[in-house]
């Protein structure tokens, strides 16, 4: 099968470029400067860079990878830039990390976010558009796609193939809504990303207990997404129950996370896949919750706190304070716990083979 590659950069940029726009310091090991470094034009791996790409070291575990590097350059710490290979430049900066992301969004900025999967302009013949709905100038709304009645769609935005924008749902300019994602009693805002299969809107899970059984309660709020959310594949939001679901300005939340109705998120959080958090609880602004956290209903996460991933979480935890363990505890407190299973579990094994 023939090799084919996703992405194509937009441009090539020099390595001068490359460092002005990174605010990194550029050095070169061999004495004719840049103008024995060719362009560059794409971006890997210290193991898989070749001539013309771009790559970065900042973990030692990487080490061996950084001998070998072929990279035409790196960006590295000041104190790893003398372990790279002489025909290798060095991109010196603070938090590699940071400058190679800068560095990729300019080589690849189509990579940003989704586009169209047909590269189609306008509304698909496939697609079936409401007569009561409204789009605004610019939108795709590619193969299978529907959209309900009295829903708006902004400029600029594009609705992926089998996509379903439910009755009144309102979507943002500049939005991008995956293959068969499904909205419904949701406001979204402007430059929102939603991968394939999210599923926002839907009924939260509630029930009361009487002597029929497990009785329904019914579902009235709504979702509200804020502007610049960028929501991953396969999750799930909920609509409020008699409060909206909120997800604040520039929340970035992961493939496969269960959001509960009533639930607020807050500015900038971060929430990492498989996490679940459950009704009513709020989470703060530019809080962290790490994979597979679990946090129980009716609780606050403060701003700026972290919950470590597993963790279990069935309290409130203060604001600017890291969790860590099931049940969740200040994250020090959780490791000194586990230090010492260590050692009881050592000395038990001691004990053991003495006896033998």
Not at 76 to 97: C, F, S
């Given at each position: 099968?023939?090799?084919?590659?996703?992405?194509?950069?937009?441009?090539?940029?020099?390595?001068?470029?490359?460092?002005?726009?990174?605010?990194?310091?550029?050095?070169?090991?061999?004495?004719?400067?840049?103008?024995?470094?060719?362009c560059?034009?794409g971006?890997?791996?210290?193991?898989?860079?070749?001539?013309?790409?771009?790559?970065?070291?900042?973990n030692?575990?990487?080490?061996?990878?950084?001998?070998?590097?072929?990279?035409?350059?790196?960006?590295?710490?000041?104190?790893?830039?003398?372990?790279?290979?002489?025909?290798t430049?060095?991109?010196v900066?603070?938090?590699?990390?940071?400058?190679?992301?800068l560095?990729?969004?300019?080589?690849?900025?189509?990579?940003?976010?989704?586009?169209?999967?047909?590269?189609?302009?306008g509304?698909?013949?496939?697609?079936?558009?409401?007569?009561?709905?409204?789009?605004?100038?610019d939108?795709?709304?590619?193969?299978?796609?529907?959209?309900?009645?009295?829903?708006?769609?902004?400029a600029?935005?594009?609705?992926?193939?089998?996509?379903?924008i439910?009755?009144?749902?309102?979507?943002?300019?500049?939005?991008?809504?995956?293959?068969?994602v499904?909205?419904?009693h949701?406001?979204?805002?402007?430059?929102?990303?939603?991968?394939?299969?999210?599923?926002?809107?839907?009924?939260?899970?509630?029930?009361?207990?009487d002597?029929?059984?497990?009785?329904?309660?019914?579902?009235?709020?709504r979702?509200?997404?804020?502007?610049?959310?960028e929501?991953?594949a396969?999750t799930?939001?909920?609509?409020?129950?008699?409060?909206?679901?909120?997800?604040?300005?520039?929340?970035?939340?992961?493939n496969?996370?269960?959001?509960?109705h009533?639930?607020?998120?807050?500015?900038?959080?971060?929430?990492?896949?498989?996490?679940?958090?459950?009704?009513?609880?709020?989470i703060?602004?530019?809080?962290?919750?790490?994979?597979?956290?679990?946090?129980?209903?009716?609780?606050t996460?403060?701003?700026?706190?972290?919950?470590?991933a597993?963790?279990?979480?069935?309290r409130?935890v203060?604001?600017?304070?890291?969790?860590?363990?099931?049940?969740?505890?200040?994250?020090?407190?959780?490791?000194?716990?586990?230090?010492?299973?260590?050692?009881?579990?050592?000395?038990?094994?001691?004990?053991?083979?003495?006896?033998?």
């Amino acid at each position: 099968m023939t090799a084919i590659g996703f992405f194509q950069s937009s441009r090539s940029l020099s390595l001068g470029e490359i460092a002005t726009a990174t605010n990194a310091e550029l050095r070169f090991a061999s004495s004719g400067g840049e103008v024995d470094f060719p362009c560059i034009a794409g971006g890997a791996s210290l193991e898989e860079a070749r001539p013309g790409d771009l790559t970065l070291y900042e973990n030692t575990r990487y080490a061996q990878g950084l001998r070998l590097c072929r990279a035409t350059a790196c960006f590295i710490k000041e104190v790893d830039a003398g372990l790279l290979p002489l025909a290798t430049a060095a991109l010196v900066v603070a938090k590699p990390q940071r400058a190679m992301t800068l560095a990729m969004s300019l080589l690849f900025p189509q990579a940003l976010a989704p586009r169209s999967l047909f590269g189609a302009s306008g509304v698909s013949p496939g697609a079936f558009v409401h007569p009561r709905a409204r789009l605004e100038a610019d939108v795709i709304v590619d193969p299978g796609a529907s959209i309900g009645p009295l829903a708006e769609v902004g400029a600029g935005a594009i609705i992926g193939p089998h996509a379903a924008i439910g009755p009144g749902v309102r979507i943002g300019r500049g939005c991008r809504i995956g293959a068969h994602v499904s909205i419904t009693h949701a406001l979204i805002g402007d430059r929102v990303i939603i991968h394939s299969g999210a599923r926002l809107g839907q009924d939260g899970f509630g029930f009361v207990l009487d002597a029929k059984g497990n009785r329904k309660t019914p579902q009235i709020g709504r979702v509200i997404v804020q502007d610049d959310v960028e929501i991953g594949a396969n999750t799930t939001i909920d609509r409020g129950a008699l409060r909206d679901t909120i997800i604040g300005e520039g929340a970035k939340i992961d493939n496969l996370v269960q959001i509960g109705h009533n639930v607020t998120v807050g500015r900038g959080c971060v929430i990492v896949a498989q996490a679940g958090v459950a009704g009513s609880s709020e989470i703060g602004d530019f809080a962290r919750i790490g994979g597979q956290a679990a946090i129980g209903g009716h609780l606050t996460i403060g701003e700026g706190a972290g919950v470590a991933a597993k963790s279990g979480v069935m309290r409130d935890v203060p604001a600017g304070v890291r969790y860590g363990g099931a049940p969740a505890r200040p994250i020090r407190q959780f490791l000194r716990g586990e230090a010492l299973l260590a050692r009881l579990g050592r000395r038990a094994s001691r004990g053991r083979d003495s006896e033998s």
